[in-house]
């Protein structure tokens, strides 16, 4: 069964320092979104993309933080200079369309910020 | 602004029914859906509604009302491996362009 992967699954990184996380979506999906999970917490929306670009940005989504399709599958998320509070659990997912409701995520990349 | 408001934490025993309320408000209101996460794991979708009504899954059931900006999820015949959270998700497109905005998610303990 196809499935979304997100590499790495861990990163520890010093503040300041840039981040980027990797996600393969599932080859017949239109739709990707990056969330991400403080601990113990709910699932924040961060950006929509679709059809090559972003479509929506949240307010968490600041200017530290981008989206690529470096390739024209694969993602990746920028963290460019990371605070403490961007520690949390960085989720990828996709859809292959929008009637069904559902959303296909990733293992997710934990990111701990020092 | 858009907000889905869940219980923290529900408890109920094994082979018991529990029911986990959702309420939202959003203005761009498509769709309400069901995501289960165990701890350390990725949500995995369970259900959605588009419409009013009441959708079957298994041992899984979810509702929607529209009208009163309500749904819920029903869990029968409980088993220890769904103590997990629960998150309702409203699909929106109040900007223009979909997203799932999530709720606050419940926590489910199933107790032998």
């Known amino acids: 069964e196809p499935e979304v992967t997100q590499t790495p699954s861990h990163q520890v990184t010093q503040m300041g320092q840039e981040v980027i996380l990797r996600c393969v979506p599932i080859?017949?999906?239109?739709?990707f979104y990056w969330y991400r999970q403080i601990l113990g917490q709910k699932v924040e929306f961060l950006v929509s993309f679709y059809n090559n670009e972003i479509s929506e940005k949240s307010e968490i989504f600041d200017d530290q933080f981008s989206v690529e399709r470096p390739d024209g599958s694969n993602f990746t998320l920028k963290i460019r200079s990371t605070k403490l509070e961007d520690s949390a659990m960085y989720f990828c997912?996709?859809?292959?369309?929008?009637?069904?409701?559902?959303?296909?995520f990733g293992e997710g990349s934990r990111l701990t910020v020092l | 602004g858009q907000s889905l408001e869940q219980p923290s934490e529900v408890t109920a025993v094994e082979g018991a029914i529990v029911q986990i309320n959702c309420t939202y408000q959003?203005?761009?209101?498509?769709?309400l859906s069901w995501y289960q996460q165990h701890d350390g794991g990725a949500p995995t979708f369970l259900s959605y509604n588009a419409l009013d009504g009441l959708e079957e899954t298994g041992r899984f059931s979810s509702f929607l009302s529209r009208s009163d900006s309500y749904g819920y999820l029903l869990l029968q015949e409980l088993q220890m491996k769904d103590s997990a959270s629960y998150f309702c998700?409203?699909?929106?497109?109040?900007?223009?362009?979909?997203?799932?905005?999530f709720g606050t998610g419940t926590r489910l303990k199933v107790l032998a």
């Open positions: 959003t203005s761009g209101f498509y769709g």
């Open positions: 080859s017949n999906h239109l739709y």
């Open positions: 997912a996709g859809a292959a369309g929008v009637s069904t409701g559902e959303l296909f």
């Open positions: 998700a409203v699909r929106d497109r109040a900007s223009g362009t979909y997203k799932y905005i």
